[in-house]
């Protein structure tokens, strides 16, 4: 399922831990897997470019996830008080090591609980809902498969089903030809 706009600024709000925030607004912000928000280092972060560096992506490929405003400025209150050397968020039982993806899981749905969010959500559902608000904006699918990390089109088309109709923000060809009828008649 995907959140709502509002859902997920309800999501954010709950956080009363900020490596908890700072996790859950990368996963988002950037659209990126458990995974690879889970091994994110901190030489990942170009705030020049803005952009998160994510080593060993699905089918084992380097590529660049979209780095916010929003998400460099918690992320920088967050390595002022952490000072985090290598791994961004590391582990708090393996010292030494990143979070563990269920580590995340476990974040996360703490949060959605807190949230009084009642929709059955994954991890993976700020993913989709990065997707989806980003062509409900008017993001071109092309570049969303671009910020994904789809290596096929099909995999990017999946969200397209996701759209109401009406965010679309698309003009039937009728309408055009009646416009066009009234002005020329």
């Not at 458990?34 to 280092?41: C, G, I, P, T, Y």
């Amino acid at each position: 399922e995907i959140l709502t706009k509002s859902e997920i600024q309800s999501l954010f709000d709950a956080c009363d831990n900020l490596r908890d925030k700072c996790i859950l607004m990368t996963l988002y912000g950037a659209g990126l897997r458990l995974s690879e928000v889970a091994s994110l280092k901190v030489t990942d972060i170009d705030s020049e470019k803005m952009q998160l560096f994510i080593r060993n992506a699905k089918g084992s490929k380097d590529r660049y996830a979209l780095l916010s405003q929003a998400n460099l400025e918690i992320l920088r209150v967050y390595w002022k008080a952490y000072r985090p050397k290598e791994w961004l968020f590391y582990s708090r039982v393996n010292t030494g090591t990143h979070i563990t993806s269920k580590a995340v899981q476990n974040i996360f749905h703490k949060y959605i609980e807190k949230a009084n969010i009642s929709k059955k959500v994954t991890v993976h559902s700020l993913r989709h809902s990065f997707a989806t608000h980003l062509l409900e904006s008017g993001i071109s699918i092309f570049h969303i498969k671009q910020l994904l990390g789809h290596s096929d089109i099909s995999s990017t088309c999946f969200y397209l089903h996701l759209l109401k109709i009406q965010s679309l923000n698309v003009q039937s060809p009728l309408d055009f030809l009646t416009e066009t009828e009234k002005t020329n008649g």
